[in-house]
């Protein structure tokens, strides 16, 4: 079969599609474990963010795809449904799958005409016994993890049970199969890999809980060097592991910095995300061995600087330790201080506009972020569906904003009960364009000629919505904040082709057990 798999265009306020234009792994991952029989045709439509439309009827032309593939974040559904409307009006007879995150938590909102398959979360196992059924035409009642179209009525099979990536059972990602080039961070040739999958945290506001419960599952380090390795020689000079928590297990982080190094790949940028309190307890051995493999920035999930908010986020196990019998203490000092002293960058991680907040909890962390963090990543808190926050949300009726294609995380959908929504947006807005530009200096001296050749154009755009007036004080920062969400607004609107319109199908539980779940969830383990 042909099959032509898009991830989709929308970017937000923290990656400017000028900066930083990241790989999609899940589509890789899809590509490498179909039956190598299939052509398939992978292509991040991040990288043709102002031809949207051009670059999709290209594809379709240039592939003729028997079945296309949409991974989809919520707040790019919008999009996404106009890409399929488009693809729909271009090769009718395609077939049409959607997966990712929006459609695994909200699988409700694709079951329309326009869509034939539903796979919901992990995707490599449904979608090539999908593809297989398809081919042999063998029923796809027996697909977990499938949604599927049947005339006008969506049946709903089981859910399918986590993949145990230990086993090495999931092929490498098919990096061969993308079609359209120039992934960048900073002007290095960027690509993804994971070592793990899943996190045994519950945080309110992160989508991984209802995705796919509390686990964590290692990929046998020997498999990573060699995805690692694949990526390089494609020429990545940088590497964005993507793992959900790769702290959660330290002694095997370090053997995985030991390993890169013996293999010879720590002449690669690496980035990764993780918790405080890991790096604050391991820190004195865990940060040498990641300088030592290449690592640059770790996005430290803070979330909060305030105990209640952390409370509200459920993100104080995460961020704290117990001290010598005496009470738990907030470990995010620590951690900034033991990366730092080992050369590493933190990238902030803040969630601000929590339904307590007032002006001065907002300015304590905005505060905080000033002077700690090399680079600030500050959201607000978006209710994206199935996390425990949302339910929160909604129940105390803080909710303001439902236009999906907004939750990107920098626009604030959410008041509190002290402060509007916009006043919320503006406070970190205002704050966060002088931290950034305070880092510009690191990356002269790592990248000078990106600088050198982008530098304006960075600056323009941290600065969007500012004009010489603003410059010289003849305006306020509101006028810009004005002019920058306006800007913001017209960003939004990737696909030149109109929405359409609002139908749902019939939905039915293929199998009694349809809705059960089975995944791992370590409350239910301890409990039992
Ligand atoms: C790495 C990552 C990023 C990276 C890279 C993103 C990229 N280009 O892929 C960066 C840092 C750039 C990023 C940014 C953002 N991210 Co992000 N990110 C992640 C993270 C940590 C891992 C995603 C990943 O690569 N996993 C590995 C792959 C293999 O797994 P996967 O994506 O789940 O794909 C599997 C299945 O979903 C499925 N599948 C996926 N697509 C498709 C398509 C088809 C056709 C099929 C059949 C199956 C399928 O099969 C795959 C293989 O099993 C997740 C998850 C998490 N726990 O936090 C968040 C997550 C996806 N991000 C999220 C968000 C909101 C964002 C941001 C909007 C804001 C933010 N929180 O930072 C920005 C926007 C990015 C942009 N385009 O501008 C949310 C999405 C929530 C939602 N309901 O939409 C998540 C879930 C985090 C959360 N808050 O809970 N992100
Ligand atoms: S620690 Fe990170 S990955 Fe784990 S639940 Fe919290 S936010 Fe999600």
């Not at 002007?187 to 964590?216: A, H, K, L, W």
């Not at 690669?268 to 051995?285: C, E, K, N, R, S």
Request: hydrophobic fraction near 40%.
């Amino acid at each position: 079969m042909r099959i032509l798999l898009l991830s989709m265009p929308d970017s937000f306020e923290h990656m400017p599609s000028l900066a930083i234009r990241m790989p999609n792994g899940a589509l890789t991952s899809l590509a490498g474990n179909l039956d190598p029989h299939h052509e398939v045709a992978v292509a991040d439509l991040v990288l043709a963010q102002s031809a949207v439309r051009e670059t999709v009827e290209r594809l379709i032309h240039t592939h003729v795809p028997d079945l296309v593939g949409l991974s989809v974040m919520t707040f790019q559904r919008r999009t996404a449904k106009r890409i399929i409307s488009f693809i729909r009006s271009m090769a009718p007879d395609a077939q049409i799958a959607v997966g990712g995150y929006d459609p695994s938590l909200a699988p409700d909102v694709w079951t329309y005409p326009d869509v034939d398959f539903i796979v919901r979360g992990e995707g490599e196992l449904t979608f090539r016994e999908l593809v297989r059924s398809l081919e042999r035409g063998t029923p796809l009642a027996a697909i977990p993890g499938l949604w599927y179209r049947d005339g006008t009525v969506f049946q709903r099979n089981a859910m399918r049970p986590i993949a145990p990536v230990e086993d090495g059972s999931l092929s490498l990602p098919k990096r061969s199969a993308r079609v359209l080039s120039g992934y960048t961070v900073l002007g290095r040739q960027v690509d993804v890999v994971e070592t793990s999958r899943g996190c045994t945290f519950d945080c309110s506001f992160c989508s991984i809980i209802e995705m796919r419960g509390r686990n964590f599952h290692r990929f046998p380090i020997s498999r990573v060097l060699d995805d690692i390795a694949d990526a390089r020689t494609r020429g990545a000079r940088a590497i964005f592991f993507v793992d959900d928590n790769i702290t959660i297990d330290v002694p095997r982080f370090e053997a995985l910095c030991k390993a890169i190094v013996e293999r010879g790949l720590h002449d690669l940028d690496y980035i990764v995300q993780g918790m405080t309190a890991p790096f604050a307890t391991h820190g004195d051995t865990l940060a040498p061995l990641m300088k030592k493999a290449g690592f640059r920035y770790v996005f430290l999930g803070i979330e909060n600087i305030l105990e209640d908010d952390l409370a509200f986020l459920k993100a104080r196990a995460k961020n704290s330790r117990q001290s010598q019998g005496q009470a738990r203490r907030n470990t995010t000092l620590e951690a900034i201080d033991v990366l730092h002293r080992h050369g590493l960058f933190v990238v902030g991680g803040l969630i601000v506009g929590n339904p307590d907040d007032t002006r001065e909890s907002i300015t304590a962390n905005l505060t905080f972020a000033r002077h700690y963090v090399d680079w600030p990543y500050i959201q607000h808190p978006t209710p994206y569906p199935g996390t425990p926050m949302t339910r929160e949300f909604r129940d105390r009726g803080l909710i303001i904003n439902e236009r999906f294609d907004e939750y990107d995380g920098t626009t604030a959908v959410t008041r509190s009960a002290h402060l509007e929504a916009e006043e919320i947006e503006f406070l970190r807005w205002e704050a966060e364009r002088w931290m950034k530009v305070r880092h510009i200096r690191s990356v002269v001296r790592h990248d000078p000629a990106f600088v050198l050749r982008n530098g304006h154009r960075m600056f323009a755009h941290t600065f969007r919505g500012s004009t010489w007036r603003t410059a010289v004080g003849l305006e306020g920062a509101r006028d810009a904040f004005r002019r920058y969400r306006a800007i913001r607004s017209r960003e939004r609107e990737y696909m030149d082709w109109p929405d359409p319109p609002v139908t749902t199908c019939e939905t039915r539980d293929a199998a009694p057990s349809a809705m059960t779940k089975h995944f791992v969830d370590i409350d239910e383990l301890i409990r039992q």
